[in-house]
């Protein structure tokens, strides 16, 4: 066991030779190596967001488990924030990650992939993103990456600026920056009404059909993260997968790459990309419109033509 210093907070660094990814020879150390690294890039994308963390203590070979509450355990200084969920679930007190000492200790606990919710702190009711989630209906990743930019399209004729990423698992996600004026429930609603739009314009290949068996094919626009306490992967989160591929933002034009796939970057070359290009998310929150510009815009399309 070491100890490191991050910003003034110490962590206890424990069994980093343990194998984490066993099939790619990645061990702990690997593991928080890249989040040492990775920690200025990815935190301004996930600080005072809640977080739900997939837990693996002892590497993706054996069972994992998904966390939201703060352990008893865990030290003082890891920032939180006590949700009331309602209902059964009630009060739950969220970990936050707003900097590398946190970060690296809930990595050090096991911690593999980081979801975070769509809303901050300071409005937790309000999203300030609107998401679309994107899976293939099979292994067509041709498809994904063509919905992605129709649903690209839809969002700029709705006023939004939309941003790109792959998902480390199946798929992308398509998000656009929202200022945090209105609730889950306008903002998803919005978010339908523009799925649906796309759909009845694209219906050969997208569908807003939530029973598989009736999509025959068809891309489904999921925006069903945009709920209360619903989360997305962070970006630049690693996945449970094998060779620990990461959910990577990326530039439009990288869809153009018909080599491109979900999870095409990972531990062993994401820094290789990033020496190349910088985080294409970094300023995202400059391009944040208003609830009203979104819905004069999904009016708009709606009402145009397609």
Not at 28 to 39: F, N, P, Q, T, V
Not at 80 to 107: F, R
Not at 112 to 134: C, E, G, M, N, Y
Not at 234 to 247: Q, W
């Amino acid at each position: 066991m070491t100890l490191q210093s991050y910003g003034g907070y110490q962590v206890e660094l424990s069994h980093t030779d343990k194998p984490f990814f066993p099939d790619a020879g990645i061990t702990k150390g690997d593991l928080l190596a890249y989040h040492e690294r990775i920690a200025d890039i990815m935190i301004p994308h996930i600080e005072e967001r809640p977080l739900t963390l997939n837990r693996f203590p002892d590497g993706i070979g054996e069972d994992g488990f998904f966390q939201q509450a703060r352990g008893d355990y865990f030290p003082d200084w890891l920032d939180t924030l006590d949700v009331n969920h309602g209902g059964s679930t009630g009060h739950v007190l969220h970990m936050l990650a707003n900097h590398p000492a946190s970060l690296i200790y809930l990595v050090n606990q096991g911690t593999v992939t980081f979801h975070s919710w769509l809303s901050r702190k300071s409005q937790l009711k309000a999203p300030d993103q609107v998401i679309f989630d994107l899976d293939p209906p099979g292994d067509d990743f041709e498809l994904v990456r063509e919905a992605a930019g129709l649903v690209a399209e839809g969002m700029r004729r709705c006023n939004l600026t939309p941003f790109v990423k792959t998902t480390g698992s199946r798929g992308l996600h398509v998000v656009a920056p929202l200022k945090p004026e209105a609730d889950f429930d306008r903002v998803r609603s919005l978010a339908r009404e523009l799925a649906r739009a796309l759909a009845d314009a694209y219906p050969d290949r997208l569908t807003t059909e939530q029973r598989k068996q009736k999509r025959r094919g068809r891309l489904y626009l999921d925006i069903m993260r945009i709920a209360f306490g619903q989360t997305a992967v962070a970006p630049y989160s690693v996945r449970a997968k094998p060779d620990a591929p990461i959910a990577t933002p990326l530039e439009w034009d990288e869809l153009d790459n018909p080599k491109l796939g979900p999870r095409s970057f990972t531990i062993a070359n994401i820094f290789r990309r990033m020496g190349q290009r910088d985080d294409p998310w970094q300023h995202m929150h400059r391009k944040a419109v208003s609830i009203q510009s979104f819905e004069e815009g999904v009016s708009g399309f709606k009402g145009g033509d397609q």
